[in-house]
């Protein structure tokens, strides 16, 4: 099997330190984050991914807004000139420590983080962020 992620989600996952919308949401992003770490790969999709799969039965889901889009473009941009990839829709590669590592060394160093702008997140980012990223489910190595 493969994870469906969205391009922003590549930012987010790297602070997730099992917070997030609902009780509901967290654990299934927690599964994905341990497929993740198994070494499962990731297939880069438009729109809705699998973290987002349990606020999609919510009233106006945020998941289809443009601003979401938006969020998605910039965060592939950002992680493709910083990895040198060639990312792209239908793309499929594996998050392994040292990918995440380079993540994580350009997240704290604010050059991927184009794309949280206005995230209800951002702080608790940046407090995850500036602690050396402790307590993340993900971790580079």
Known sequence: MTIRLRPHHFLCMLTFVGEGYSPRFVVNYGRIIDRIRAGEPVVMVE????????????????????SVRLRDAQALADVAALTGLALETGGELVLDGALIARLQAGFAAGSIRKACGGCQW?????????????????QGG
């Open 122 to 138: 951002s702080g608790l980012c940046d407090q995850v962020a500036g602690s050396g990223f402790a307590g993340t489910r993900v």
């Open 47 to 66: 729109g809705p991914d699998d973290i987002c799969a349990p606020l999609l039965g919510t009233d106006d889901p945020h998941c289809h807004n443009d």
